[in-house]
């Protein structure tokens, strides 16, 4: 069982980076119970690979780096993805790799369990989850846990905080069991191919009459 770590934070150390090591501390074992062996757990640090993803914008195609961190993301049973709260929203790194990644495979988390999480300043900031996070990756057609955990400032230290990562880690690990044997497979969107407007208002113009078709014909 794989567990794969998206940490977007930019600062060293960093409390998303903090928020993403609990996360993967309590999901890990709870995903392979009642095995004594937690899951694989690889961590990526966005901010290491900031150069070749942007990069994959001007060039096309991904570095050597981002490459492997695309395949571990292909190849994972579930995904915890964090991100430091910026204007409201996700930021912008952590929007690249997920744009670069649909750029070069856009079934890439398909059918996969992802725990969605974010750190901010203020508990202000909280709906960033269901406002930006959860709609992004429903667009990418991945399975996100019901319980998303956010932490402002305030939370470190407290009680909520470590009850939400349990239960959050818990909804995780439950979809990964259950998912990793009956992987969904990606449905066509009902939106990718368009009849155009030509076509359809052509379908609706009566067909001549034989005589009119006729009449045309020797004119």
Same mark, same amino acid.
Do not use: C
């Given at each position: 069982?794989?567990?794969? @770590?998206v940490s977007a934070g930019?600062?060293? %150390?960093?409390?998303?980076?903090? /928020?993403?090591?609990?996360?993967? !501390?309590?999901?890990?074992?709870?995903? *392979?119970?009642?095995?004594?062996?937690?899951?694989?757990?690889?961590?990526?640090?966005?901010?290491? /690979?900031?150069?070749?993803?942007?990069?994959?914008?001007?060039?096309?195609? %991904?570095?050597?780096? &981002?490459? +492997?961190?695309?395949? !571990?993301?292909?190849?994972?049973?579930?995904?915890?993805?964090?991100? %430091?709260?910026?204007?409201? #929203?996700y930021s912008g790194l952590?929007?690249?790799?997920?744009?670069?990644?649909? +750029?070069?495979?856009? #079934?890439?988390?398909?059918?996969?369990?992802?725990?969605?999480?974010?750190?901010?300043? *203020?508990?202000?900031?909280?709906? @960033?989850?269901?406002? $930006?996070?959860?709609? /992004?990756?429903?667009?990418?057609? $991945?399975? @996100? @846990?019901?319980?998303?955990?956010?932490?402002?400032?305030?939370?470190?230290?407290?009680?909520? &905080?470590?009850?939400?990562?349990?239960?959050?880690?818990g909804e995780l690990a439950?979809?990964?069991?259950?998912? #990793?044997?009956?992987?969904?497979?990606?449905?066509?969107?009902?939106?990718?191919?368009? *009849? %155009?407007?030509?076509?359809?208002?052509?379908?609706? #113009?009566?067909?001549?009459?034989?005589?009119? +078709?006729?009449?045309?014909?020797?004119?």
């Amino acid at each position: 069982m794989k567990l794969v @770590v998206v940490s977007a934070g930019l600062s060293v %150390p960093s409390s998303t980076r903090l /928020l993403a090591d609990r996360l993967a !501390a309590a999901a890990a074992p709870a995903a *392979t119970a009642p095995e004594p062996a937690p899951a694989d757990v690889h961590v990526l640090e966005l901010r290491d /690979l900031a150069e070749e993803i942007a990069h994959t914008f001007t060039n096309g195609f %991904p570095g050597q780096k &981002l490459s +492997a961190a695309f395949d !571990a993301v292909r190849a994972a049973d579930g995904l915890i993805v964090v991100t %430091p709260v910026f204007s409201a #929203s996700y930021s912008g790194l952590f929007k690249s790799f997920f744009d670069a990644l649909g +750029a070069t495979d856009d #079934s890439a988390v398909a059918g996969k369990p992802v725990l969605i999480s974010a750190t901010g300043g *203020t508990a202000r900031h909280s709906l @960033v989850l269901d406002h $930006a996070l959860r709609p /992004l990756f429903a667009h990418l057609k $991945a399975v @996100v @846990v019901p319980t998303g955990v956010y932490a402002a400032s305030e939370d470190w230290g407290a009680a909520g &905080l470590g009850q939400r990562i349990q239960r959050a880690a818990g909804e995780l690990a439950a979809l990964m069991a259950g998912l #990793s044997t009956t992987r969904l497979s990606p449905q066509r969107d009902s939106f990718e191919y368009v *009849t %155009p407007f030509e076509e359809r208002l052509a379908a609706l #113009s009566p067909a001549p009459r034989p005589d009119e +078709a006729r009449h045309t014909s020797e004119t």
